[in-house]
């Protein structure tokens, strides 16, 4: 789990608030994703970034709004979210977007909580 | 959908004993991987296997796919209470680099 870094690992935050997780890769990987984990469901894809460029976005409120400075970091900036948002965030990052087969690395996830 | 979907969705077994999961799927895949989760960690992945493969090892762990049933299968054999854990199988797109995950099956090994 040291190749791919969350911060913060725990956040509570009211449905007025605006936050921002962090996530960055230190293996230097060229496509970086955002995931929602929620009980009882499937891992959500919420967006794929590859080389900087956003690739994906699965149909996700605009009420998340992802950011890719460099291909090392990746944010997810949060607003005025709702109850039902709370769950665990996952990023992960993968050696090479699209073709050929490789697996996907992830960080230990950011537990939000919305009140 | 696409997704993986995992049976059973609970297991708990002796340690020592053998471990299966299976994840069926719907559509057509180049790969099919396996990732361990433990209780409100990241994804580990474990192994995975191609769609012109039939059965890959890896230590402990022996995955098998048929293409033609649309399914897979992870068995952990000798199992220890440290591989007390989820796992989830995740199968891709033919195009692009989207993974689909099911809701995993929840293994508990008791000592």
């Known amino acids: 789990e040291t190749g791919v870094t969350q911060t913060p690992r725990h956040l509570v935050m009211g449905m007025t608030n605006k936050k921002s997780l962090k996530c960055e890769q230190h293996l230097g990987h060229n496509a970086m994703y955002w995931y929602k984990q929620s009980a009882k469901k499937p891992l959500e894809l919420m967006f794929v970034?590859?080389?900087?460029?956003?690739?994906e976005n699965n149909s996700v409120p605009s009420r998340f709004s992802p950011e890719c400075p460099n291909s090392s970091h990746l944010f997810l900036h949060l607003h005025t979210l709702q109850p039902e948002d709370s769950a665990l965030y996952l990023c992960?990052?993968?050696?090479?977007?699209?073709?050929?087969?490789?697996?996907?690395?992830f960080g230990p996830g950011t537990r939000l909580t919305v009140t | 959908s696409q997704q993986g979907e995992e049976d059973p969705q609970a297991l708990s077994i002796q340690e020592g004993e053998n471990a299966t999961m299976n994840c069926s799927y719907k559509t057509s895949i180049n790969n099919l991987q396996w990732y361990r989760q433990n209780s409100g960690r990241g994804l580990v992945h474990l192994i995975l296997i191609r769609s012109n493969e039939r059965e890959k090892h890896s230590g402990r762990l022996r995955v098998t796919l048929d293409t033609s049933k649309k399914s897979s299968s992870l068995l952990i054999t000798a199992s220890r209470a440290a591989d007390t854990a989820s796992y989830f199988c995740?199968?891709?797109?033919?195009?692009?680099?989207?993974?689909?995950f099911g809701t995993g099956t929840s293994l508990t090994v008791i000592p």
């Open positions: 970034y590859n080389f900087k460029e956003q690739t």
């Open positions: 995740a199968t891709d797109r033919n195009t692009g680099n989207q993974f689909y």
């Open positions: 992960a990052s993968s050696p090479r977007p699209g073709q050929g087969a490789y697996e996907q690395y």
